[in-house]
């Protein structure tokens, strides 16, 4: 208001209102230019163009024969990452909201966030050691009694990707659903259990429902987070099948073939947008069903 | 003493607190066994395959890792200032913006507040290795100024999401009275919203910080071999083996991240943080 005050009276037009915003806007918008839109734009082109610099599908048939394994080994493990990510989530921050006892909600709050702040490459390296054949996680199975020695196998393929990814996002998506679940209205929630609703249907049948668009985005949120990471399944998968980043990074470092690279981003994109596109088609059903 | 039906009325309410219980251990344990295992490995001496425990502990490793001449000490000196630059080109570029996008009449807005969140609804892996492309044309590869601009990239884009809350949140009311009273411009922004926005701008340097120091995949393409920062020096000990050198990198790497965020929420105040992304 300041700014824009002092250049308004005494030339009115338009553009002379907007330029102080525009003039503060403008340098980090050059940045996000340069070290964002421009390499995305070229990261979509260069996935068609031929070292001729002719249209060509070539390198999306080349990424699609070489890696379609990989593609798919991607796919499965971020749905079941997601899926796994979604039910404890969702028990979570429903205890953090039912939950009947104060002590055990409280260490729960004070314990589920821990993992957010451990930065992904740490969390790399303690899947690697922690899932290891001869890791805590066998070895304290071992000791309880509950596992036969014999039967330690290392967990380091597409189940560590998945509880290594569920481990880092599972805090990030109960963090919002317990935001969202905490400003439903509790007066539904109290008649429901005075009419002898059980806690866990109160949980799916009135929580859930209100919050569907927080999970849903928190989601989505994590499925981009999926198919961005690089060090974890470079550090958790020798060999193949592997994730679409790590074969990426492999394309490039390895071969210098930014082509197939990017032919292989192309892929990451639309997974991601597919799943963007089913979210706004739910919310928009949903919108409209609600305006009936 | 207790009476009998105290003591029933106690026994009958315990299996109402042994399932909770039972579900905290399981929880403390997906938690804090991963690092538990980390903890072990930093002070491993001798730890082979059929043992299921290390055979000997001690601060041997860390010796080495700290050894004036190892390169743990460039690679620390290194992430932290690189960081600090991040931080330092990300806010200088981000207030301006934030104030803007929070206070001034501008055009397209809600497509500007876009363009800075979509770096962050798109896998970014594609992004960086055409950065990579571009900064090697460029001769920025295996700079500290390449990785610096690199790291900027989700630095810029955070800081600008929590400027414009911080700066949305500040109380326009005061800014008025200063204004009426005499203060010009600039005064008023410097005595009376600057200091307003101050602990959200303080945030958002925080996020940008523990992003930069955690950042691996912007510094795999950018700066390796040339730049080794505290990510790269792990990931490089891990994928040698070196079990025991990259726990203790993941260990110092643990001490900013977690320190920040015990602090965090004095600084992100719940009226900025619910203006987040508006």
């Known amino acids: ?292 | 003493m207790t009476t009998p039906a105290a003591f029933t009325g106690a026994l009958r309410r315990l299996p109402g607190h042994l399932l909770p219980a039972l579900m905290i251990g399981l929880c403390a344990f997906a938690v804090f066994g991963p690092l538990g295992n980390l903890l072990l490995w930093a002070f491993a001496e001798k730890w082979f395959f059929p043992a299921r425990y290390p055979t000997e502990y001690g601060f041997d490793f860390w010796h080495r890792v700290f050894r004036p001449r190892a390169g743990a000490w460039d690679s620390l000196f290194a992430s932290v200032w690189i960081a600090l630059s991040t931080v330092l080109l990300s806010m200088v570029l981000a207030v301006p913006a934030g104030y803007a996008l929070a206070r001034l009449a501008l055009p397209l807005r809600s497509v500007i507040m876009l363009l800075f969140l979509l770096p962050q609804a798109f896998p970014s892996l594609p992004i960086f290795v055409n950065i990579a492309r571009m900064f090697y044309g460029m001769g920025l590869n295996g700079t500290y100024f390449g990785v610096v601009l690199v790291h900027s990239l989700p630095g810029l884009v955070y800081a600008v999401w929590i400027a414009t809350a911080a700066f949305a949140a500040v109380d326009r009311s005061m800014e008025e009275a200063a204004r009426n009273l005499g203060a010009g411009p600039l005064w008023t922004f410097r005595d009376i919203t600057l200091p307003q926005a101050f602990p959200g701008l303080v945030a958002a340097s925080i996020f940008v910080f523990l992003d930069s120091i955690d950042e691996f995949t912007g510094t795999f393409f950018v700066g390796t071999p040339d730049i080794s920062t505290l990510p790269i020096l792990m990931f490089n000990a891990s994928m040698g083996g070196n079990y025991q050198i990259a726990a203790i990198t993941a260990l110092i790497l643990l001490i900013p991240s977690v320190g920040f965020m015990l602090v965090i929420e004095r600084f992100l105040k719940a009226d900025v943080l619910s203006r987040i992304g508006r």
Not at chain 1, 23 to 42: D, E, H, K, Q
């Open chain 1, 1 to 292: 208001m300041t700014l824009s005050r002092t250049a308004a009276p005494k030339a009115p037009g338009p553009f002379r209102a907007l330029l102080p915003g525009l003039m503060l806007v403008a340098p980090a918008l050059l940045a996000i230019g340069f070290l964002y839109v421009l390499p995305l734009v070229r990261s979509v082109v260069f996935a068609f163009v031929d070292a001729e610099g002719g249209f060509t599908t070539a390198h999306l048939r080349v990424a699609a024969e070489l890696y379609g394994r990989d593609v798919l080994f991607t796919i499965f493990v971020a749905l079941s990452s997601l899926a796994l990510i979604a039910v404890l989530s969702i028990a979570i921050a429903g205890y953090l909201t039912l939950g009947a006892t104060p002590w055990a909600v409280a260490a729960l709050r004070w314990l589920y966030r821990w993992p957010l702040f451990i930065p992904f490459i740490v969390a790399g390296q303690t899947a690697r050691s922690f899932l290891a054949r001869n890791g805590l996680f066998n070895s304290l199975l071992i000791d309880s009694g509950l596992m036969d020695p014999a039967m330690a196998q290392s967990l380091l393929d597409w189940r560590g990707l998945v509880l290594t990814f569920a481990w880092k996002q599972v805090p990030f998506v109960t963090l919002l659903l317990a935001g969202a679940m905490a400003s439903v209205d509790r007066s539904t929630i109290e008649a429901a259990r005075n009419m002898g609703a059980g806690r866990l249907r109160c949980l799916i049948q009135i929580l859930l429902p209100q919050v569907r668009g927080t999970l849903l985005v928190g989601l989505i949120l994590s499925l981009v987070t999926i198919m961005s990471v690089l060090s974890v399944p470079m550090m958790l998968i020798a060999g193949n099948p592997t994730m679409m980043t790590a074969m990426m990074a492999h394309r490039v470092t390895y071969y210098g073939d930014y082509p197939v690279a990017n032919a292989l981003g192309l892929f990451s994109y639309i997974l991601t947008a597919l799943a963007a596109f089913a979210y706004l088609r739910m919310t928009m059903a949903q919108r409209r069903e609600s305006e009936r």
